[in-house]
């Protein structure tokens, strides 16, 4: 699954998104546009755990109206769920709950500075929010020291029943247990649990049990890069396996799978 836009606003508003789906032979199989609906300037789109619908997710960047829309695959019934200051990005949990974050200060900036953000889940179907994770909890410091946490990707990682969430203006990516909700282990950034992993500025990011994939957007080889390494949690030891780079750049956004 992915999206498509030609960009995430100006004076006319968002430019033309869609979401689409191309099977394993690369083929185009679905698309759903998504110009004129509340998440236009799409961030993120992915399939719902049971396969039945699609949902999609608006930019909102440090912002107050962070819609997603549910899209049946037939494309005949959308709904619109408007969460306030969440941004970027969502996933899902293995109940379907929809997995995010929000801003803790509403949205927007507070003395010049975007503040922590809070995790959160949601049963889509009842409305029910769940508070799984404030992040000042582990990371106060760093996020008071920069501009705030602008976290701007979260996974459930099935293999270590946790999740993953990337924090971008401190370089870091963090892992907590699921639902207790624990830090386990901090992948860079000024509290890294592994001396030699760091890099500059990180989006998309793919954790697994004793590997990490960290999409670098500012790479020290000619370009955005891909970053892998293959980390021990209990011993605090990491090895650099991977420093990949196509040579081009992608200031924001970017993705590893």
């Known amino acids: 699954t992915g999206l498509a836009t030609g960009g995430f606003g100006g004076d006319d508003g968002p430019d033309d998104s869609y979401a689409f789906v191309f099977d394993k032979d690369g083929d185009h199989v679905w698309a759903y546009e998504l ?3 509340s998440v236009a300037g799409c961030a993120r789109a992915r399939l719902s755990v049971d396969g039945k619908s699609m949902w999609a997710g608006n930019f909102n960047n440090a912002a107050s109206e962070g819609y997603v829309m549910r899209i049946s695959l037939d ?3 959308t709904h619109d769920i408007m969460i306030r200051a969440r941004n970027h990005d ?7 709950h ?5 801003q803790q200060n509403g949205g927007g900036y507070t003395d010049g500075k975007e503040g922590p953000d809070i995790i959160r889940s949601m049963d889509p179907d009842t409305g029910t929010v769940t508070d799984i994770y404030d992040q000042m909890t582990d990371f106060a410091e760093q996020i008071n020291d920069s501009q705030g946490s602008h976290t701007n990707q979260i996974n459930f990682v ?14 870091t990516v963090g892992l907590i247990s699921y639902p207790a909700g624990e830090l386990m282990t901090v992948f860079g950034g000024p509290v890294t649990s592994y001396s030699n992993m760091d890099w500059d500025f990180q989006h998309g990011h793919h954790v697994r049990d004793g590997r990490v994939f960290i999409f670098n957007n500012n790479g020290s080889n000619g370009g955005s890069s891909i970053l892998g390494f293959d980390f021990d949690m209990s011993a605090n030891t990491a090895t650099p396996m991977l420093d990949y780079s196509s040579g081009r750049s992608s200031g ?3 993705d590893v799978k």
């Open 158 to 171: 099935p293999e270590l029943n946790a999740i993953s969430f990337s924090m971008r203006h401190t370089s």
């Open 35 to 37: 110009t004129d609906t």
């Open 90 to 96: 969502f996933a899902f949990l293995p109940n379907g």
């Open 98 to 102: 929809l997995l995010y974050w929000e």
């Open 252 to 254: 924001a956004f970017g």
């Open 75 to 77: 494309g005949l019934e």
